[in-house]
């Protein structure tokens, strides 16, 4: 007969093995956290700000360094000044699109019953999304 789930393996002696219940603890493994604690941490404490993920002068020196080269192509020669409030929707409109297309591939990852998230996922979500998204143009 087969052995079940709960039961517990018999050794080669024919006794039963202590239940994992029975086994003698060492003293500072009931305090132990999981190994991926702090990241769980870390994601119940993004959850509940609003705050922007992207530092604000990182994602300002990229925008600027799109349109200068978007500019220069169109042999502009004057200088472009951004609001404050524009750059911020900018990077709201920009967040919210990437947590977007991360929730996106995280489905196609579990989808494969998988937990890593890979490239083939963002491609498959690249692909699902169609020719007049954001990012396939």
Not at 77 to 88: C, D, L, P, Q
Request: proline fraction near 4%; charge should be positive; include cysteine.
């Amino acid at each position: 007969m087969a052995r079940r789930k709960g039961e517990p393996r018999s050794s080669s002696t024919g006794s039963p093995l202590q239940s994992r219940s029975s086994r003698s603890t060492r003293s500072g493994d009931d305090n132990r956290q999981p190994r991926n604690a702090p990241a769980l941490r870390e994601i119940k404490r993004l959850q509940n700000t609003t705050n922007l993920l992207i530092p604000r002068k990182s994602f300002q020196d990229v925008v600027r360094s799109i349109v200068l080269r978007i500019v220069c192509q169109h042999h502009f020669t004057g200088t472009i000044r951004w609001s404050v409030t524009a750059m911020e929707a900018l990077q709201e409109a920009a967040e919210a699109y990437l947590v977007n297309f991360f929730e996106d591939a995280l489905l196609c990852t579990l989808h494969a019953r998988r937990v890593t998230l890979m490239v083939k996922d963002f491609e498959l979500t690249r692909r699902m999304r169609g020719p007049n998204d954001v990012a396939n143009r």
